[in-house]
């Protein structure tokens, strides 16, 4: 492991602390929201701020997730319950969606550009039609709590993945409205004497590794940040073995539980893992040593690094590909180019000194990774 305190380049333009930030996959543009409900467009060539919207209209408002439209200048930003369909071109809003029936955490485009999810805080994900502008599907069932974060799945253009404050992550048919299987974070470690054992395995955040700059293979995982400090990979598209495959789960609308949700829930074991883990990164392995609130998979490492914030003020990167058990069916089917760079499971450890609000990484060896924090400014790092 190596460890450093490098001094990073800052993005200014916000008046309160950043809470999302995106970077533009084709030009050299970021995206960011804050406490004081701006939206900021951010020019990573010159640092300064391109052009800014507030969403406030009655009042202060924070804004908890902006993302990029597939079309030029287009963005979508989320404050309260509405989400705010803008051309920052114009620095105008061209619709808004009164959908959800609380405060939205965060939102997801699918690859196509047709689909916007927008999970909330009641546990529901709505999927919007953003060429009808109407509501297409209303996810509910399964999350019991917050739903923290939500993603659209590269290579499965009918599915999503959604996490919350239940400690669950679920995977969705939004064509259907059903879910498809579900994992509950926890079950697959013993408590120890680590203080995360009395940290909640909540799940904060989600990310899934897309192409072009990642193997498709890399396309089944999904990478979760959990609030005992685990960061855990699953391989989405796993299958359970033996008598449990197709196996339900009873509850109702409300329970945590849903119809239709195949169970991965085992009875504890020492040092099992669950079935669908590819690896976990612990505080033990020398991870985090509080909650984890953000996740992604590194673009610069075609998806072969993960890069986490949490509240210990780290930003930690890892080279998961080093950590697969070696009787692990991805240890055997790694594709060309992903062998491990590290021995010891993260590559470098970055003392942040804030607490993390979201990472965004972008491809390149300059200015690559940029860090929302309980700052005005987001960080902006070279990895490589």
Sequence with gaps: MSESTQAPDLLRGHTASVLCCAVHQSQAVLAS?????????????????????????????????????????????????????????QGAVLHRYAVNNDEINSLA?????????????????????????????????????????????????????????????????????????????????????????????LAHSIDVASPPWAPRQFGRLVAVARGDGHVALYDADHVDPGPKKGKKVKGKKGSGGASGCQDSATAEEAGRLREGQVCCLTQEDGGHSASVGTVAFHQASNGRHVVSGGNDAALLIWDWTSCVPDDSPWARSMPEGSEAASSTGYLHRISHGRKVNAVATCRGTGLNTFVADTSRTIKAYSIT
């Design 33 to 89: 929201g804050s406490e004081d409900g701006d939206v900021a467009i951010h020019d990573l060539r010159s640092h300064e701020v391109a052009q800014r919207l507030n969403l406030g209209e009655s009042g202060p408002v924070e804004v908890a997730s902006a993302i990029f439209g597939v079309e030029d200048n287009q963005v979508f930003a989320c404050s309260e319950a509405c989400v705010f369909q803008i051309d920052m071109r």
């Design 109 to 201: 485009l699918s690859p196509n550009g047709t689909y916007l999810a927008a999970a909330d805080d009641t546990g529901a994900i709505k999927i919007v039609n953003v060429r009808t502008h109407q509501l297409h599907k209303s996810l509910t069932g399964c999350h019991s709590n917050i739903c923290a974060a939500v993603s659209f799945r590269p290579h499965n253009p009918w599915e999503i993945l959604s996490c919350g404050l239940d400690a669950q992550l679920v995977r969705w048919n939004f064509a259907t409205g059903r879910p498809v299987r579900r994992w509950q974070m926890g079950a697959e470690l013993v408590q120890s004497d680590s203080t995360q054992a009395f940290n909640p395995p």
